[in-house]
């Protein structure tokens, strides 16, 4: 009889982790800003040598005399703890025992002149909350994810073929805790109430504003002197981390606002970090941005490239997350970019491209995307530079998509319009159709458009408020279904009626008007239509998807376009009157000769509409020539009526 086979039941232990410190080739690839791992070298991490444990610290600081490491384990004692420089490159190292997690330290540097600087950690992965400046001692290991299934499906995807509608939020606004003081909800507060929030509308991805480390709350997040740190203003490091485990587990992408066009000019931050320009240009007309008063990276050092890209990197394999939102790109690519006569200098061929700026953008996206498919770079870019969203490796930057600020402009302009003028503006709305295919759109309706005296989306509309809640339901039906991804600020979707402020909560009692409520149903609803039906989202980039009924009928101020796709049968026509007048036996051209069958209608008393609409439920076509198509349907078009209706080809 053969012996049963048994099985040890003894736990493999793990293999102990090596010791953390920099070696040679640490400081050989930083130098040649190749080192994609080197947020986790530098900065402050718990380890263990010789049998003790503590925390090894290391900083780039090339101009040094010396550098000295001070904290609340040693009481900021200035002479203590002198680190040691490693190599040519510049980076000082000290490993210190028995120190541990929440610890309080900053960098003294000693100029050459003797000066002294106190810095905080660029690469801290934890911050002081403000108004301290001091970096903070944390270990970002050891936190159990629970997205496995998200994570694993996202690299599978085409993300051009995917629906995309992405709700831009900044936490210290969205709702402010009853409990007073700055009414911060935490990372984890606030996952327990976004989560639900956004399956309800429901939208497929949130970006969020002002997450890395920043000192001041009216900046948004905007000057930024943590870039490994997610703000200490919501919690820890891991608090974060269960955000985005909670947002995937729920089926929400989480995208994340990143600046690499400039920087915070505070003293404990990067600006001459060690006495010197290392972060920055030294020529202030290369260094600096005059009218935002801050600095601007000097990306012809392989340093500062690495120093970005190693962060995006950080990100994605510490923090999850799915994609980033580049703030600001126009104004890396030209080196006049806000700037008079005399304040910035040409290139060496004359001109005013940075070309370390194309090169970075290429490296940065052939690296990431290259590595991580799924992952979506979106650039911020608002003027008519050519192949933004070209193929990684190609001559373009290679971001997956680009802000449509021209379709915004357009569309904004045209809808503040009072309706009898709306016919002298008709191509505003149709222009953007012409470029298109230029590049993978998406179309913004952000932050930066409900602040600063812009008014709110629905203050922007014309007429009384019923009238501006009307034409705000006709402006976002034409948003969902044109061509492009789509994106909102948070607040527009229930018509929020004040602009937006970093430091009050959205006006949610407004949800008591029926105005308001009928307008946040209505959002969901549109965005329930976007991702049910794969002709509204899956080809957004060339006429395949996209064909206008009637792109000319001005004198009516009425639009009727039909979305569609490859794969599918099913298509979306959308006809919307932009004014408030009635169309009594309105006829449009159709593409088929079948059944129409209606999927939405605007003026709906429970989207908050004045309701009444005699429109059939369904309405089989006529032969007869109408806006160049041999057969047509017909019905009474509401005033400010937007129409959605579902038919199939044969």
């Not at 957004?540 to 569609?564: C, T, V």
Request: aromatic share 16%; hydrophobic share 35%; net charge negative.
């Amino acid at each position: 009889m053969a012996a049963k086979k048994t099985t040890s039941k003894t736990a493999v232990k793990p293999a102990p982790k090596e010791p953390v410190e920099v070696t040679d080739v640490d400081c050989y690839l930083f130098g040649q800003g190749t080192h994609y791992d080197i947020y986790k070298k530098l900065g402050s991490h718990p380890t263990e040598q010789n049998g003790q444990k503590g925390m090894f610290f290391a900083v780039w600081a090339p101009n040094a005399a010396a550098v000295h490491v001070i904290g609340t384990f040693n009481g900021w004692n200035e002479d203590q703890y002198a680190m040691t420089k490693a190599g040519e490159v510049g980076i000082w190292t000290i490993f210190i025992p028995n120190v541990g997690e929440g610890e309080l330290y900053k960098y003294l540097i000693y100029t050459p002149e003797g000066n002294k600087i106190y810095k905080a950690d660029p690469y801290a992965n934890y911050a002081e909350l403000r108004p301290g400046t001091a970096s903070r001692t944390y270990d970002i290991e050891g936190y159990k994810w629970g997205d496995a299934r998200w994570m694993n499906a996202r690299d599978k995807k085409d993300v051009f073929r995917q629906p995309m509608a992405i709700y831009e939020c900044h936490i210290g606004s969205w709702m402010k805790h009853p409990d007073g003081g700055d009414g911060f909800y935490t990372y984890r507060e606030f996952a327990d109430r976004i989560v639900p929030y956004l399956k309800e509308l429901p939208y497929t991805h949130i970006e969020l504003m002002g997450i890395l480390e920043h000192p001041l709350d009216a900046s948004w997040g905007y000057q930024v002197t943590g870039y490994y740190a997610p703000t200490s203003r919501y919690g820890t490091p891991k608090d974060f981390m269960y955000l985005i485990d909670e947002l995937h587990k729920a089926g929400i992408g989480v995208i994340l606002d990143w600046v690499p066009a400039h920087f915070c000019p505070d003293a404990h931050g990067l600006a001459r970090f060690d006495g010197q320009c290392i972060y920055e240009d030294p020529d202030p007309r290369r260094g600096e941005h005059p009218e935002w008063g801050t600095k601007i990276f000097n990306l012809a050092k392989p340093e500062v490239k690495n120093f970005l890209i190693a962060n995006v990197l950080y990100w994605i394999r510490e923090y999850h997350i799915d994609g980033i939102r580049v703030d600001a790109v126009a104004s890396m690519l030209y080196l006049d970019y806000g700037k008079k006569n005399g304040e910035w200098l040409p290139n060496k061929f004359g001109g005013n491209q940075n070309l370390d700026a194309i090169t970075f953008f290429q490296h940065l996206n052939s690296v990431v995307r290259g590595s991580y498919p799924g992952f979506i770079t979106i650039a911020e870019e608002s003027t008519a530079w050519p192949k933004v969203t070209s193929p990684i490796g190609t001559d373009g930057l290679g971001f997956t998509f680009k802000w449509s600020m021209g379709w915004m402009h357009d569309f904004l302009e045209y809808m503040k319009l009072d309706p009898v003028m709306r016919k002298g503006s008709h191509y505003n709305m149709t222009f953007a159709m012409s470029y298109n295919d230029a590049e993978k759109y998406i179309l913004p309706l952000s932050h930066d458009e409900v602040v600063h005296l812009k008014c709110s989306m629905v203050e922007k509309m014309p007429g009384y408020e019923v009238d501006k809640f009307a034409n705000l339901r006709l402006g976002y039906e034409y948003w969902i279904g044109h061509a492009g991804k789509k994106l909102l600020f948070m607040g527009q979707e229930f018509g929020q009626h004040r602009e937006w402020s970093e430091a009050r909560e959205l006006d949610w009692f407004l949800l008591q008007n029926p105005l308001n409520a009928g307008m946040q149903k209505y959002v969901a609803e549109l965005l329930k239509i976007y991702r049910k039906y794969p002709c509204m989202y899956e080809i957004d980039d060339s006429w395949a998807g996209f064909e206008w009924i009637n792109a000319d009928d001005k004198d009516r101020s009425i639009y009727s376009f039909f979305r569609k796709t490859d794969d599918s049968p099913v298509k979306l026509m959308f006809i919307l009157n932009m004014t408030p007048v009635e169309y009594k036996d309105y006829r449009v051209g159709v593409p088929e000769m079948t059944t129409y069958k209606l999927l939405l209608n605007s003026t709906d008393e429970k989207w908050g509409g004045p309701g009444g609409s005699n429109i059939p439920k369904s309405i089989k076509a006529k032969k007869g020539d109408c806006d160049w198509k041999p057969q047509y349907i017909a019905f009474d078009l509401p005033a400010y009526g937007g129409l959605i209706f579902q038919f199939e080809s044969k």
